[in-house]
């Protein structure tokens, strides 16, 4: 067992492939984590490797690095497998291997219940050297005959112990017995289950075992806030912030190049002081542009992560994650840029409706439950807005030149007959330049947020669901397959796209069990989840007949609630 202390200085020094080393800078990475610099050079070596490290420490980078590596750009068969036991982190851990590998001439798909088959069968169809899925995925796809794992040289168990709290094990096993003995296997966990050691035992040889603490706790001197705010809003919940927040200067973090432009500008629009940096701008204006916002000349930037790397300004007392980073790591990294040199700060972050799976990632990683913030109101705008009008007026009475000005007030008064009051009104609205002073309420969202949704993908519902939008469905799987809430929740939401908000009250009998379901299910839902396995069963899942509070309508098969 290896425990990594020293990392190499950089990840030249991990002989990785010169395409995937140009990727990694590309990205900004220079110096590889603890459990990248242990486990790297084994993969490389072709060990197999059991790595016990959290969400956070830089394991997708582990495994990917050193697969892309290796990987046979010029075939088209699937060369490595990674099972994931969500589609979240199914769709990270792909958008991973395409950063890594964007020098190389290789197909990377997702394959994950709860969308379209069409895709994912097309994908596999044109060749994909990696595939990242989710159990039940897989396995369908192996008995569609439409994945083919005959030349599988690499195998990944991403999140094992998650997966077979899920009820996966048996899905996991069976995938397994379908691979080719001779296959390189890593099986990644946060903890050591017996069912882990099992797998470990039966399906690795003698592997390379590498432990990593997460150190990726945030500050304690650092205060954590996040809004829940729709896609189109998050420039008014900035604005809003940023007029009634008391700080100094901040970082406002985006996802790309493009985005920190547009909201640099916007921000200027507004009258704040704000510049924005990104990998695009040349060093010499990006120092300059640092130097302006330690000394004041600005107050606000705005970067994405590579642009942001190393910068160390101890006046930044918050940072805006915008754009909520996809690996949480980032997100550390983030936040602390403030809170430096012994100073207190402050970490907002804002979280699309869409995006709450990521909000707990986050939790998860920093081992830290984050406070929600209520967003200021248009009353608090406009009272923090007079405010600093009274405070504008106060200082200008103490400044140079301001008795040459009241002479010419006072002449003015004198030669039109114009009350002061007004002729102060006036200069003040003259330095508006047409702009409104007060803010006024936003127009209605429209009740559904459509931005950043791909096709097919499950929906977000209200927690506050009435009981007349569910029915009751039976599964074929009880107590006797040793299923609890945690595994049905998990495996019916990850295969049918649901959300935890969509589940009512679940009855474990022993040889099935009831679930309350959204009454209207799609029929590429309930077809997905027909054929969904919890412990390697077939839960068969179909509208239950048994309850008097339901009837039963012969089109779709649909439940519907009978009139009380």
């Known amino acids: 067992m290896t425990s990594p202390d020293d990392a190499p200085e950089t990840f030249a020094d991990l002989q990785i492939h010169p395409a995937v080393l140009q990727a990694v800078a590309d990205v900004g990475y220079e110096t590889p984590s603890a459990i990248q610099a242990a486990t790297i050079p084994a993969l490389l070596a072709g060990s197999d490797v059991v790595g016990l490290a959290q969400t956070g420490t830089g394991k997708t980078a582990a495994f990917a690095i050193p697969i892309l590596s290796k990987i046979d750009p010029e075939s088209r068969t699937t060369q490595a497998l990674v099972l994931a036991p969500t589609r979240e982190l199914a769709l990270q851990v792909a958008e991973a291997f395409s950063r890594y590998g964007a020098h190389l001439k290789i197909n990377v798909l997702p394959i994950y219940g709860g969308s379209s088959y069409v895709p994912q069968l097309a994908g596999l169809k044109r060749g994909a050297q990696i595939v990242v899925g989710t159990p039940g995925r897989v396995i369908d796809h192996l008995e569609k005959g439409s994945l083919d794992l005959s030349h599988l040289d690499y195998l990944v168990l991403d999140e094992a112990d998650e997966m077979l709290q899920m009820g996966f094990a048996e899905d996991v096993e069976r995938i397994l017995a379908d691979t080719p003995e001779y296959k390189q296997v890593a099986l990644f966990s946060a903890t050591m289950p017996p069912g882990i050691k099992k797998i470990t035992t039966k399906y690795l040889h003698d592997p390379v075992e590498v432990t990593v603490k997460s150190k990726t706790q945030t500050a304690e001197n650092i205060t954590q806030r996040y809004f829940l705010v729709s896609y189109p809003r998050k420039m008014d919940a900035l604005t809003r912030l940023l007029e009634v927040e008391q700080g100094d200067a901040m970082i406002v973090f985006v996802r790309t190049k493009q985005a920190t432009e547009e909201v640099a500008e916007k921000l200027r629009a507004r009258g704040f002081a704000a510049a924005a940096i990104n990998g695009d701008i040349p060093q010499a204006v990006r120092e300059r542009t640092i130097s302006q916002l330690k000394d004041g000349s600005i107050d606000i930037l705005v970067a994405t992560d590579v642009a942001a790397r190393g910068l160390d300004v101890e006046r930044i007392s918050h940072v805006v994650n915008f754009d909520i980073p996809h690996d949480p790591e ?25 995006e709450r799976h990521l909000l707990n990632s986050i939790e998860r990683v920093t081992r830290q439950k984050l406070v929600e913030g209520q967003l200021p109101s248009v009353e608090d705008v406009n009272a923090q807005r007079v ?50 002073f007060l803010m006024t309420e936003p127009p209605p969202e429209k009740r559904r947020e459509r931005p950043e949704r791909p096709e097919h993908e499950g929906r977000e519902r209200s927690p506050r669901k009435t009981r007349d939008d569910l029915a009751t469905y039976r599964i074929a799987v009880g107590k006797k397959h040793k299923v609890g809430p945690g595994s049905i929740v998990g495996a019916l939401a990850n295969e049918g796209g649901l959300h935890r908000s969509d589940f009512g009250h679940i009855t474990i009998k022993e040889n099935f069990s009831l679930v309350e379901l959204p009454a209207k299910l799609s029929k590429e839902t309930l077809k997905a989840l027909e054929k969904t396995r919890i412990s390697g069963v077939l839960i068969d899942l179909k509208p239950d007949r048994g309850n008097p509070r339901y009837d039963s309508r012969p089109s779709g098969g649909k439940p519907r609630r009978t009139s009380r």
Request: charged residues 30%; glycine residues 8%.
């Open 330 to 354: 980032s997100y550390v990294h983030r936040i602390g840029r403030t809170g430096r040199a012994g100073r207190s700060g402050t970490a907002l972050l804002f979280v699309t409706p869409r």
């Open 387 to 436: 405010e600093k009008f009274r405070d504008s007026i106060t200082d200008a009475l103490n400044a140079p030149g301001f008795e040459m000005f009241r002479r010419l007030i006072e002449d003015y008064e004198r030669d039109n007959d114009v009350p002061m009051a007004d002729i102060a009104a006036a200069l003040a609205l003259q330095s508006r330049n047409g702009e409104e």
